[in-house]
């Protein structure tokens, strides 16, 4: 079974998301957080198949978070999907993808068939990267 981890401190977010994946997305186990130190840790305890970020939160940033996993080795293959509802002036977001921090980018409100489209890739880009070890 797929283990997703979400991190938002938007509990209408967490919330719509949920229903959005376990409608879509049969046999997945969606994991929230509300904070990006929670997040961390349980990135580091558990075995995820996706990290799902928004990137400003009370807390810190998502953006953060994935540079931060990144230099770990556990996590290279770690598809990282960051999400916002604002893209900052010098664009931060945008460069992380190209540059690997990480695999795609959502705006916000969130289109369900749009995240289950790049869930579902990500999740077909981490068996691949699994089974090829």
Do not use: Q
Request: aromatic share 6%; with cysteine; charged share 25%.
């Amino acid at each position: 079974m797929d283990k997703i981890l979400l991190v938002d401190d938007d509990i209408v977010v967490r919330t719509v998301t949920r229903k959005i994946v376990e409608k879509s997305i049969p046999g997945v186990a969606l994991f929230c957080s509300n904070c990006v130190k929670h997040a961390h840790e349980s990135l580091i305890l558990n075995n995820f198949s996706l990290l799902i970020t928004d990137i400003l939160m009370l807390d810190g940033k998502g953006t953060d978070l994935a540079t931060t996993i990144r230099g770990d080795s556990k996590f290279y293959h770690l598809p990282i999907i960051l999400m916002s509802s604002i893209i900052d002036a010098d664009n931060e977001i945008i460069s992380m993808v190209p540059n690997r921090e990480a695999t795609s980018f959502l705006t916000k409100p969130l289109d369900p068939r749009e995240l289950e489209g790049k869930i579902n890739a990500c999740l077909n880009y981490w068996k691949y990267h699994k089974d090829s070890k």
